[in-house]
């Protein structure tokens, strides 16, 4: 692999209770933590309603424009986990009970002495032609089919089948990155920071305010593929810092004659 590979993802986050407000979602920062870490482009986040349709043609638009489509929840024992049938249908392939996960999960429900009954058992269903996803923690598997990764919702399950995804993939090369604290706000080093950052287009320059007492402050991080382009954007963006601040030296000299 070059180290000049980009690789892109998606996430699909999928259910009625994260919309309403109902559930707060941990899955998105840990996946961005994760991706980031690997060398992998999280490009773009959705989350649709528990909605075949809408599940279907958010994955179909997502699996063509990026190389991972990682998706969570909907893979449940309820009427409304509807996830395993709309990735079936985006593939246009059946949805089946998949015969290892039965022999997992009916083996895992028989040593804690449980029924396996039918709800339980449509965590078993799944695309066919899907591969599992491993879940050390509750055994009822994620699977995957194409370039997207269907896993559960429940953040402990989501974070340990992702565990056991992230080795499997291609990734790409690093993003690198500085943070410089500048003590002006954004309305002051907005259209000069904007300069530098269109004259750097291989970078991303992000700003974040801070506010504490009566004065504003930002803290600014460039991000890049290579050491040298970002200490080089970071010293720019350190000079535009010393500009303004010999700028303001002058106004209150000025200000004092």
């Known amino acids: 692999m070059s180290n000049e590979t980009i690789v892109t ?10 919309l309403s407000g109902r559930t707060k979602d941990k899955n998105i920062g840990h996946l961005a933590d994760v991706l980031l870490l690997a060398g992998i482009d999280l490009k773009e986040v959705r989350i649709v309603a528990d909605d075949e349709d809408a599940i279907v043609t958010a994955l179909n638009a997502l699996r063509g424009q990026y190389d991972y489509v990682f998706t969570s929840g909907g893979i449940g024992p309820t009427h409304d986990d509807i996830t395993a049938d709309a990735i079936a249908k985006a593939f246009g392939v059946p949805c089946e009970h998949d015969a290892e996960a039965m ?3 009916g083996e895992m429900y028989a040593w804690r002495e449980m029924e396996f009954t039918e709800a339980r058992q449509r965590m078993a269903r799944m695309p066919v032609g899907s591969k599992h996803i491993a879940n050390p923690v509750s055994t ?19 974070q340990a089948m992702l565990d056991n995804v992230i080795p499997t993939l291609r990734t790409g090369a690093h993003i690198l990155s500085t943070a410089i604290s500048c003590p002006y706000g954004e309305g002051e080093i907005g259209t000069p920071l904007g300069l530098i ?9 992000g700003s974040y305010p801070r506010y504490v007492g009566q004065f504003f402050s930002t803290e600014i991080v460039v991000r890049g593929r290579s050491a040298e382009l970002v200490e080089n954007v970071a010293a720019e963006v350190r000079a535009m810092i010393e500009t303004i601040r010999q700028s303001k030296a002058k106004e209150n000299q000025s200000a004092e004659a």
């Not at 993802?9 to 994260?18: K, R």
């Not at 598997?141 to 402990?156: C, D, L, S, T």
């Open 197 to 205: 950052q269109k004259a750097h287009p291989d970078t991303s320059i």
């Open 9 to 18: 993802a998606a996430m699909l986050a999928i259910g009625d209770e994260l």
């Open 103 to 105: 022999r997992l999960m």
């Open 140 to 158: 009822a598997p994620g699977f995957n089919i194409g370039n997207v990764y269907v896993m559960a919702g429940v953040p402990q399950v989501f």
